[in-house]
């Protein structure tokens, strides 16, 4: 490896490792630099206590709200990125959320590409990652042109129940596409997986699968504990010419013929800001003004329904979702999201938001209760921001479609209530859960209003280019991770079919 490789890829998550697996076979000469380090194989990583009442693995790092104070986001920094403890979801986006899509509260815009355009790589992704699955359950499936590689994962006996209920009164639940080997996982410890760190347990994130195949081939190098601080252009302002890091307080650089962005849709716009110099004042990349616009982050609820009938014995229930109020309300009216079961959640847990509740009543409550996690489409906003203000990460994130989020959780609530659940509480995730951010980097068809092309290449900058959750043009309303990792293999043959990789 030469101290200026042909590449240099920026963060080892979704993006950043999936772009890697792509190119890897290409030949160049590829350095990773990544900020984090692994995650160990720690009793902690199965220890609820450890991770939702002690934090930890919550990173100690504050973000501020702008004109207001600084909070903790749950935003991960190892090799794999925040896939090292996402659920695994492995989802496409509907065909319908390529399209212009009217929303309550706005249009959530089309994107510069159809659904058809991305979908021989989501076929690709999801061989890749493993991702178990059935079609046919769920009326808002697109098209596949390969079959997920895998059955999906069983329901335990009580959440088969409950799908059976939810079915008779007319839902469509379907077997939510997971990237998780259930046998694997469940040797190791009988837990869930939602929120908790993978080792090499069984989980397929960007580490175990795509940053595992890439670092198979002897041009593919990961340094690990590199934080990424300034990209620096030529005196012309164009070309991207060096990459300067801090590793472990030790100040380096390299000059890659590439440079690859993947350092997640918060921390890549910030990089860009942070970039600024003469010939681009105001940021990389940001002759349309949209670095740092248009963060997004869900609208999101987890749903409890409870009865004293019902007995969930069930170890990690995420199994099933359902869509019917995804296209429209179920009435004809405007879209309201996704519905999918969480990770089980123990009084353990809850614990963790409940801290003066002892923890074996909150056992008790668990143990006749079925946990959902509710989604609505947050839709770009120019003033939904990520700034930089000297150190500090300023976020002003301006949340849109509140109305149809909180419609979702009261139908949830009622279609909960009829499949048996009296009791049926729901608690709102808040900016400290970051989980979904994307949209700062967006691509599209015109300079003049996107940072990015269809290819995520900047047009600023002929040798960058932003891999990872800030080039979604939207939301949608299911999680994102598959859809980055399948634009991601599509940018990867992009480059080596126009011959840029070395
Ligand atoms: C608890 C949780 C559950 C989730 N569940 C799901 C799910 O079920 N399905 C789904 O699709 N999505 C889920 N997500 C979201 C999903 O994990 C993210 O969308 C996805 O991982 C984003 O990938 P990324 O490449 O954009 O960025 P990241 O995962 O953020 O990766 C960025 C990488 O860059 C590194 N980095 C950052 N700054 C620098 C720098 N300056 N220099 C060098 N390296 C840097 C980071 O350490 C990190 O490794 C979940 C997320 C969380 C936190």
Known sequence: MSASPDIVIIGSGIGGATIAAGLASSGANILILEAGDHIADLPENRDQRAIFQRGHFRPKEFWYEHGGGAFNPGNYYNVGGNSKFFGAVLVRYRAEDFVEMKHREGVSPAWPI???????????????????GRQGEDPTEPVHSTPYPFPPVPDEPAVAKVRARLKQNGL???????????DRWLAKAKTPWDAHPNSFDGKMDAETVALALALQHPNVKLQTGSRVTRLQAAADGK????????????AGSVSPRLVILSAGAVQSSVLLLRSADARNPTGLA???????????????????AMSPRFRNDSVYQKSFGFNDFYLS?????????????????SGKILKGNLPKIPEWLLDRVSSHAIDFYAMSEDIPHPESRVMADGDRIVLKWHRTN???????????????????????????FDKRTPSHQCGTVKMGLDAETAPLDIWCRAFDHPNLFVVDASFLPTSAAVNPALTVAAQALRVADHIRAADLAS
């Open 286 to 304: 940001n002759r349309s003004d949209q670095v740092g616009r248009n963060f997004m982050n869900h609208n999101s609820s987890a749903v409890l």
């Open 402 to 428: 509140w109305d149809a989020h909180l419609d979702l959780v009261a139908k949830l609530k009622g279609v909960l209530k009829q499949a048996g659940f009296p009791i049926v509480l729901s608690r709102a």
């Open 239 to 250: 070309r991207v010419e060096t990459v300067h890091y801090l590793q472990d307080g030790v």
């Open 329 to 345: 309300d179920g009435q004809g009216g405007p879209p309201l999201g996704n519905v999918q079961l969480l990770g089980r959640v």
């Open 172 to 182: 469509h639940p379907f077997s939510l596409p997971l990237g998780i080997d259930i």
């Open 114 to 132: 159809p659904y058809d355009e991305l979908e021989p790589w989501y076929s690709a992704a999801e061989q890749m990652y493993q991702v178990r």
